[in-house]
């Protein structure tokens, strides 16, 4: 009986893990992703709201090469409540291939989470849209801090007709005076 167990345990944390990596239906990664030219900071422009950025401003992320072929992550955002910079260190692999748009991320040992773009400016890679593995994850990431209106209203429209809540996003206050005057040169 304990053998049985074990294993419908261990079933039910592999459909778990694949269902945190995994692809919201009828949402395709993007093809031709060059890994290299996403590497650098990203603002966080807009995003679905969840706890773990719930009360920050100022939220960036920065990818760096790893030496096993990975990517470092290193997300930042300003907690108003606390004012003090929040810091979340983690790691990301691509889940098939390498040149495209899908990554595993993990803040938390050896559990991870879909890292989907499913939006990208191949050109200048300026701007993603990127999901998690579902649809109540969603970020629009800029190398600015602040993008065209235009472009802002063409990218969330195209989240719009690819069925996120965009009613629901949060634009995120990258206004430098906003910050306290001791937090500004971090």
Same mark, same amino acid.
């Given at each position: ?12 944390l !592999?459909?778990?893990?694949v269902?945190?990596?995994g ?5 395709k990664? $993007?093809d031709?992703?060059? +890994?290299?030219?996403?590497?650098? #900071?990203?603002? =966080?422009v @807009?995003r679905? %709201?969840?706890s773990?950025?719930?009360?920050? !401003?100022?939220?960036s +992320?920065? /990818?760096?090469?790893?030496? %096993?072929g *990975?990517i470092n992550?290193l997300?930042?955002g300003f907690s108003? =409540?606390?004012?003090?910079?929040q810091v979340a =260190?983690?790691? @990301?692999?691509?889940v ?5 748009g899908?990554?595993? $991320? !993990?803040?938390? *040992?050896p559990? /991870?989470g879909?890292? $989907?773009?499913? =939006?990208?400016?191949? &050109?200048?890679? #300026?701007?993603?849209? $990127?999901s998690?593995?579902?649809?109540s994850?969603?970020w629009?990431?800029a190398?600015?801090?602040?993008i %065209? &209106?235009?472009?802002?209203?063409e990218?969330? +429209?195209k989240a719009?007709?690819? *069925?996120?809540?965009? %009613?629901?996003?949060?634009?995120v206050?990258?206004?430098? !005076?906003s910050l306290?005057a001791n +937090?500004?040169q971090q």
């Amino acid at each position: 009986m304990k053998k049985y167990g074990l294993l419908s345990l261990t079933l039910l944390l !592999s459909v778990l893990l694949v269902a945190c990596t995994g692809i919201p239906d009828n949402i395709k990664p $993007v093809d031709n992703f060059d +890994a290299n030219r996403y590497l650098g #900071q990203w603002y =966080e422009v @807009a995003r679905l %709201d969840h706890s773990f950025e719930r009360g920050l !401003s100022h939220i960036s +992320a920065t /990818y760096t090469a790893r030496d %096993d072929g *990975g990517i470092n992550v290193l997300n930042k955002g300003f907690s108003v =409540e606390k004012q003090e910079w929040q810091v979340a =260190e983690g790691k @990301a692999y691509f889940v098939d291939q390498k040149d495209q748009g899908h990554l595993k $991320v !993990s803040f938390f *040992g050896p559990f /991870y989470g879909s890292y $989907v773009v499913f =939006e990208l400016d191949h &050109k200048n890679y #300026q701007y993603a849209l $990127v999901s998690g593995p579902d649809r109540s994850y969603f970020w629009l990431l800029a190398r600015l801090p602040v993008i %065209d &209106k235009e472009l802002q209203t063409e990218l969330v +429209a195209k989240a719009k007709a690819q *069925g996120f809540d965009t %009613d629901k996003l949060i634009f995120v206050d990258h206004n430098p !005076s906003s910050l306290p005057a001791n +937090a500004q040169q971090q």
